[in-house]
């Protein structure tokens, strides 16, 4: 069944977000990985004054991210109405999103397993164009559902590629720096060879 945005609803974030019974993530979760992407991109060098939050769901990244970077801009945008009227997040699709200027730190947290195999490749060539600097990509893949997903709690209504799908596309316009991190080719920052991604 293909999904529309009006069915990312109130009865959606509740389940996934919402209820400690049945929510995926909390602010904990995302003060962690702030901590851990923020860690990254200080390390090296990024000077972050613009955020985008692409995908930005109830806006669990929005505090520890502007706590970090106090004299940032952040820029959430979502899909979901619902959440746009709630938040007033900027609605659009990561997709097709255009501005003029570049963000230094874009996060894109488990949001392209939600597009077909077009959009979601769209989405990743988009966000090579909304990147200045560094990227924080995560998605739920085939071998996550598989070998790491919590099935009872994580959506099961996704697209699940295999990671390479998602690799080959990344590299093409990105170098990892391990945990998700990415930065835009052609920035290479100075690393040991054992702090560099393993092949």
């Given at each position: 069944?293909?999904?529309?945005?009006?069915?990312?609803?109130?009865?959606?974030?509740?389940?996934?977000?919402?209820?400690?019974?049945?929510?995926?993530?909390?602010?904990?979760?995302?003060?962690?990985?702030?901590?851990?992407?923020?860690?990254?991109?200080?390390?090296?060098?990024?000077?972050?004054?613009?955020?985008?939050?692409?995908?930005?769901?109830?806006?669990?990244?929005?505090?520890?991210?502007?706590?970090?970077?106090?004299?940032?801009?952040?820029?959430?945008?979502?899909?979901?109405?619902?959440?746009?009227?709630?938040?007033?997040?900027?609605?659009?699709?990561?997709?097709?999103?255009?501005?003029?200027?570049?963000?230094?730190?874009?996060?894109?947290?488990?949001?392209?397993?939600?597009?077909?195999?077009?959009?979601?490749?769209?989405?990743?060539?988009?966000?090579?164009?909304?990147?200045?600097?560094?990227?924080?990509?995560?998605?739920?893949?085939?071998?996550?559902?598989?070998?790491?997903?919590?099935?009872?709690?994580?959506?099961?209504?996704?697209?699940?590629?295999?990671?390479?799908?998602?690799?080959?596309?990344?590299?093409?316009?990105?170098?990892?720096?391990?945990?998700?991190?990415?930065?835009?080719?052609?920035?290479?920052?100075?690393?040991?060879?054992l702090e560099e991604p393993w092949v």
């Amino acid at each position: 069944m293909r999904r529309t945005d009006d069915d990312f609803d109130e009865a959606f974030f509740h389940r996934y977000y919402g209820d400690a019974n049945t929510r995926v993530a909390d602010a904990g979760d995302a003060e962690r990985l702030a901590g851990l992407v923020g860690g990254m991109v200080d390390y090296v060098g990024v000077r972050v004054r613009r955020i985008l939050d692409a995908g930005c769901g109830v806006g669990l990244m929005r505090s520890p991210l502007t706590a970090r970077y106090p004299k940032a801009r952040y820029e959430g945008l979502e899909a979901s109405p619902f959440l746009c009227r709630k938040f007033g997040w900027r609605q659009g699709s990561v997709a097709d999103f255009e501005t003029t200027r570049r963000y230094d730190l874009v996060i894109c947290h488990d949001v392209l397993q939600y597009l077909d195999d077009a959009t979601a490749a769209r989405g990743i060539a988009n966000l090579a164009r909304l990147t200045g600097a560094a990227l924080y990509f995560s998605v739920l893949t085939r071998g996550d559902w598989r070998h790491a997903a919590d099935q009872s709690r994580t959506d099961r209504d996704v697209h699940l590629r295999p990671a390479e799908w998602y690799r080959s596309r990344l590299r093409r316009r990105f170098r990892h720096l391990g945990a998700g991190v990415y930065l835009v080719r052609p920035l290479r920052p100075i690393l040991w060879e054992l702090e560099e991604p393993w092949v």
